[in-house]
């Protein structure tokens, strides 16, 4: 398929998830926040907006509930907010309208419309949760659509292969914003914490049909981030999105890319989640995001750019 | 004087003969009438909806937010009876190949049209499609214009003449084919009483004649993609669907690179060649090493490809010799000069200033004539004598006296009349057709075309643009006594 | 005149270029008074050249080159024998110049152009400055010699394509200023004009003798040739006061510039690049054998 109409279902792919996480994660940092005593407030927020990479352009705001949610759901300033997001993924999807299934383009136009005509930012005042839940269902919905509608083709692979190299790495992400306030705060979280990032996960379910209700940090840890069976789990991510590559990259020239690909997996597969833990968990999260990220990188080049990537200049010599 | 006067105001109506209604239109006109008002007005809300659900639209000219608009489609289908089409028919055909003949005599044959002062040299000198930069590039089989769209009115005895041809991008095709797809939805009554000559087969000609102007360099099956400018432009939608009907690729410029003169697309599964382009693009913005250096639409080499034969591009380069104002009125002595043939279809009478009579006969007749400068495009420039003021004649007539090579004049063309539907009711309204020619192979007209209709009453402007409508146009099958 | 000829562009890039598309206009013509015995295109790094002749007859080399290069360099060599070439004789009275023969065959070169698009005041000056006169040829060169009056020779004084009107106003130009100056005033005055893109075989370009050296270095020419009914197309140089002959080389000629640019293209990389241009230009010894049979 032509490399700009993977590029785009690839980005597709990316936006779509890039907004359903970032709801996930306001969703976990703002139910914490309840329990918390007032004065952790700005920290927690500050926390969460370093690590979606946007503490630098939050800039003055107000960092507080109602600020930071408004940047990151609404806020036009703001390219990774959740409007701004699905608008991208929306942008994406319409340059590719011939390559996709009219229902899947219907879905994600639709809910761009609606995004634009709905008062986001008074039901974020009123009823947060709603929003978040609202974009989450949303999502997931249109990614189902993708799935019961589109042909098992390239087109297919690019979406899926953005779709979980975004939530690999939002995921390492989000796992730090927790531990990394746990760890920061040096106490234990309570069970009502653990829950809410379970289930903001859409994982509490699932964790408990595999362990007991006992909550074990570092059971948990591992459920998130080295479950096989669960979607979304780090190592889940990657091994889905493994799969794509290898029918993707062509066999000779795409080697390089498909042997990063493994190795990120792997280390992901065979650590050792105690010993991860002692020897440091943000460093190990901070690296794996850093090797994803190279992924991605390799995928642009390999795929999408082939040496146009530099501007077109014009010259004349007498 | 009197007679002028009298063909102005002479409108032809496609229905209604001095002795009724004629006998191709009276099946349709019944079951129209059978339907009665209320049940008109809501066929005609469902076709809105139609072409409002498909999504079916077009950029407005001017429209500085790009809004779109839904297609208007009128409920109320022309119908060309065979007789009739094998007469345009026969003409568009003549009349393509001579064009075909005319611009490879100009680009990679001796000019002998030119040596022998068929056509004035420095009328096509200055015609602002002449692309000087194309001279040398090869088409194959000669077929320049692979999609033409050639407008056509009637005049107020009902003769079928040329208005203007476009042989460089002509748009309009989906539209035909919607139309016929809507029209089967919402009138499907009305097709059992006639045998419509069928328009859905575009797709596999228009790719037929693509393959049939592959470069001899291609191996084996070769591939075709439509080239767009991007999702901006007015007729994204058209081209989209044309790659569709075609399943071929549709690119844009920044999918195509040219590596020593052969063209490749960038597939994630590396560079695939290109051997035919069908292009919606236009010539000055295709290549920013021959034409605009600021193009970033097109294809850095893409000309150079073409000339060295390794890549054909549809239409070919340069066309806007042929369908400039200047060359219109030459039209009828190429097809002379080609083909040793009297045009089937006549163009609109028009006259030259720069010949000394028929200047005076411009003069004489200011107020009754149009006049357009030659070297303007896009409709500028142009003078309704019948509408003018004084003041605008005497200016007109003062810069033809001035240059006289600045410009053409012609006789006004009243276009004939159709019912058309408002709100369930029927009231004529003036219509044009652009029918559409391929030349692959051999040369083939799809039968029908576009319908334009103006929509205010009265008005002779049918640019959808401009608010003009469309209506679906049957061919009927039979023999063409 | 026997003249070797070797024309060079060099571009330096602070970064790799990614792909470049480039069209040489660089060899000379081979007409009456002029024939070429040897021209060859060179490119680092290499790129498939095709060659072919365009509208106006120039022979034209386009090339592309795609992988990463810092740097580029095209080079063309020809070895050209020049004659001298004769000039009209005054006969032909001004009044041809209304003739349909010469409005109607020559009318691209009577038009405005791009580099040659003259103001309502740069048609009365060049309609004053030929006032009075009868003949063709007395009118061609009074234009010519009042634009070599108007300019003074300043290099880096305007940049190509600017506008003629402008390179009036400010009385300074290059050679390309000259020959888009005198265009534009000729053809406002009715006359056929053409430009014409070549070298010169001086150490100056505004000196009027053969270098006394063997090998001189400069850049391209331009100058114009303007047609004289009854005659035809006169080569005329309004940068240099000596005849168009034996020292100029002619590549080609178009309407202006843009028909007969030597080097044009685009690439894919940085904005920023070095270009530099040269032309070396040399006599060739005579061969005993050639010299007798000169003779």
């Known amino acids: 398929m032509l490399s700009r109409h993977a590029e785009a279902l690839f980005w597709f792919g990316r936006y779509l998830e890039r ?78 309208r011939d390559r996709i299934s009219t229902e899947l383009w219907e879905a994600i136009n639709q809910f761009h419309l609606d995004l634009q005509s709905w008062d986001v930012a008074g039901d974020l005042e009123r009823q947060p949760y709603g929003v978040f839940r609202t974009v989450r269902n949303r999502c997931q919905m249109i990614a189902g659509v993708a799935s019961q509608t589109m042909p098992r083709d390239d087109g297919y692979r690019f979406i899926l292969l953005g779709l979980m190299l975004e939530r690999a790495e939002m995921a390492c992400r989000l796992l730090a914003v927790r531990y990394a306030r746990l760890l920061h705060a040096g106490r234990p979280m309570s069970f009502q914490a653990w829950l809410a990032v379970l289930k903001s996960v859409s994982a509490y379910e699932a964790y408990l049909k595999s362990h007991d209700a006992s909550f074990d940090p570092t059971r948990v840890l591992e459920f998130l981030l080295l479950s096989p069976s669960f979607p979304r789990s780090v190592l889940f991510s990657l091994r889905v999105a493994e799969a794509q590559l290898d029918r993707l990259a062509g066999a000779e020239d795409g080697a390089h890319l498909i042997r990063l690909m493994g190795r990120v997996r792997a280390r992901a597969e065979f650590c050792d989640i105690d010993d991860v833990l002692v020897t440091g968990l943000d ?10 990220y190279d992924v991605a990188q390799l995928v642009d080049r390999y795929f999408f750019r082939a040496g146009t990537d530099l501007e077109l200049h014009a010259y004349q010599a007498t | 004087m009197l007679d002028s006067r009298a063909g102005i105001e002479t409108q032809f109506s496609e229905v209604y003969g001095a002795d009724g209604v004629y006998p191709h239109y009276k099946a349709l006109m019944a079951r129209l ?116 769209g050639i407008d056509i009115v009637r005049d107020g005895q009902g003769v079928y003449r040329v208005l203007e041809d476009n042989l460089r991008v002509p748009s309009g095709i989906s539209y035909v084919l919607e139309n016929r797809v809507a029209m089967t939805r919402v009138l499907p009554l009305a097709f059992e009483h006639h045998r419509v000559r069928p328009v859905n087969h575009y797709g596999s000609s228009l790719l037929a004649a693509l393959r049939a102007i592959s470069p001899t360099a291609a191996a084996g099956e070769p591939t075709i993609v439509v080239l767009t400018p991007g999702v901006a432009n007015s007729a994204y939608f058209e081209h989209a669907f044309l790659a569709r009907q075609m399943g071929v690729e549709l690119v844009e410029g920044r999918d195509l690179i040219v590596d020593d003169h052969v063209v490749f697309m960038r597939t994630t599964r590396g560079l695939q060649r290109v051997d035919v382009i069908y292009r919606r693009l236009n010539d000055e913005f295709l290549d920013p090493v021959v034409f605009r250096s600021d193009s970033l639409l097109g294809v850095p080499g893409l000309v150079a490809a073409a000339r060295a034969g390794n890549v054909s591009i549809a239409n070919a380069i340069g066309n806007g010799a042929a369908d400039d104002k200047g ?51 896009g409709g500028y420039g142009i003078v ?53 020619v391929l030349s692959g192979e051999d040369i083939e007209v799809i039968p029908g075309g576009l319908t334009r209709v103006a929509l205010p009453e009265g008005s002779l402007i049918v640019n959808s643009s401009q608010g003009g409508g469309s209506k679906d146009t049957w061919v009927l099958e039979g023999d063409a006594t | 005149m026997r003249i070797k000829i070797r024309y060079e562009s060099a571009f330096e890039y602070p970064e790799a270029v990614r792909e470049s598309h480039n069209v040489l206009r660089a060899c000379p013509a081979d007409d009456e008074h002029q024939t070429v015995h040897r021209y060859e295109v060179h490119v680092a790094p290499t790129g498939r050249i095709q060659s072919y002749r365009d509208y106006w007859g120039t022979r034209v080399d386009s090339f592309g080159i795609r992988r990463p290069h810092g740097s580029l360099v095209v080079s063309a060599e020809a070895d050209v024998t020049t004659g001298e070439r004769p000039a009209p004789k005054p006969g032909a009275p001004m009044s041809r110049y209304g003739s349909d023969a010469v409005v109607l065959g020559h009318h691209s070169y009577l038009q405005r152009s791009p580099h040659a698009d003259w103001s309502e005041d740069l048609g009365d000056e060049a309609r004053d400055t030929i006032g009075g006169l009868d003949t063709a040829v007395e009118a061609v060169v009074a234009l010519h010699d009042h634009v070599a009056d108007v300019i003074d020779y300043a290099p880096g004084a305007t940049y190509v394509g600017m506008d003629v009107n402008d390179v009036r106003r400010r009385r300074k130009g290059v050679c390309q200023d000259f020959a888009h100056l005198a265009i534009a005033m000729y053809r406002s005055a009715g006359i056929p004009a053409r430009y014409v893109s070549g070298y010169l075989y001086a150490a100056d370009q505004t000196v009027a003798v053969a270098p006394e050296i063997a090998e001189i270095i400069n850049a391209t020419h331009a100058w114009v040739e303007a047609f004289v009914p009854g005659f035809g197309w006169w080569g005329i140089d309004p940068t240099n006061p000596t005849p168009v002959g034996e020292l100029h080389v002619k590549i080609g000629h178009g309407r202006d510039y843009d028909d007969v640019m030597p080097l044009r293209g685009v690439y894919h990389g940085p904005a920023d690049h070095k270009l530099g241009v040269s032309v070396t230009m040399s006599r060739e010894q005579l061969s005993q054998a050639q010299s007798q049979q000169q003779q």
């Open chain 2, 327 to 377: 060359v219109y009125p030459f039209v009828p002595d190429l097809i002379s000069f080609y083909l040793g043939e009297e045009a089937v279809l006549p163009n609109v009478t028009t006259y030259l200033p720069w010949e000394p009579d028929q200047r005076q006969v411009i003069m004489d007749r200011l107020d009754r004539l149009v006049f357009k400068p030659v070297a303007e495009a």
């Open chain 2, 33 to 148: 009438e059978v339907l009665g008002e209320d049940d008109l007005a809501h066929r005609s809300r469902l076709l809105e909806s139609i072409f409002r659900s498909l999504g079916i639209t077009f950029g407005l000219s001017g429209d500085e937010e790009g809004r779109e608009r839904t297609w208007p489609m009128d409920l109320v289908p022309r119908i060309i009876p065979p007789g009739e089409w094998a007469h345009v028919e026969a003409g568009l055909v003549q009349r393509v190949r001579a064009l075909n003949l005319f611009l490879d005599d100009l680009y990679v044959g001796e000019q002998a049209v030119l040596n022998d002062g068929i056509v004035p040299r420095w009328i096509v000198e200055s015609a602002a499609g002449y692309m000087r930069e194309a001279y040398g590039v090869p088409a194959p089989l000669g077929s320049r214009c692979v999609v033409a």
């Open chain 1, 19 to 96: 907004a359903e996480d970032t709801s996930r994660m306001l969703d976990v940092t703002y139910h914490n926040l309840l329990e918390s005593p007032p004065t952790e407030e700005a920290a927690a927020w500050h926390e969460l907006l370093e690590v979606l990479f946007v503490d630098q352009a939050f800039g003055g705001r107000r960092l507080d509930a109602p600020g930071v949610t408004h940047y990151l759901v609404t806020d036009a300033d703001n390219p990774g907010s959740i409007v701004c997001s699905v608008g991208r993924a929306r942008e994406n999807a319409f340059g590719v």
């Open chain 2, 384 to 436: 309704i004598g019948p509408t003018a003021s004084d003041e605008t004649l005497a200016a007109t007539a003062a810069a033809i006296e001035a240059d006289p090579r600045g410009f053409i004049a012609q006789e006004v063309v009243q276009l004939s009349t159709h019912p058309t539907a408002f709100d369930g009711r029927l009231s004529p309204r003036h219509i044009d057709l652009r029918p559409f």
């Open chain 1, 283 to 292: 460093q190990f999260l901070e690296s794996l995001q850093g090797e994803i």
